[in-house]
Nanobody, 123 residues
């Protein structure tokens, strides 16, 4: 069983930055692909980015060039650096994990989820 705990959300102005963290329990974090998803009010949960066990990354087009996912296996933590934030980035952000060598983009493929952290970007 893997537990994921997100932190780092908050309120920021347009153009600002935030760094989200997701700390994972367990001893096999390095074997997990990790993803970030977000869900805005009234919308479905959407894929944002993911990182594989080897460090390969995948991004949704709307955040590519602004967001960066990274992982620190020694700390069992995955990060999401968000720069040049826009009001449309406002959502609850969730991290997710799956024991896999791939970089899944579909929420249904992930086995473990955090509780979410709110990111609000004011205009």
């Amino acid at each position: 069983q893997v537990q994921l705990v997100e932190s780092g959300g908050g309120l920021v102005q347009t153009g600002g930055s935030l760094r989200l963290s997701c700390a994972a329990s367990g001893h096999t974090f390095s074997m997990y692909a990790m993803g970030w998803f977000r869900q805005a009010p009234g919308k479905e949960r959407e894929f944002v980015t993911a990182i594989s066990v080897s460090g390969s990354t995948s991004y949704v087009d709307s955040v590519r060039g602004r967001f960066t996912i990274s992982r620190d296996n020694a700390k069992n933590t995955v990060y999401l650096q968000m720069n040049s934030l826009k009001p449309e980035d406002t959502a609850v952000y969730y991290c997710a994990g799956k024991r896999s060598f791939r970089t899944p983009r579909a929420a249904r493929e992930y086995d473990y989820w955090g509780q979410g952290t709110q990111v609000t970007v004011s205009s």
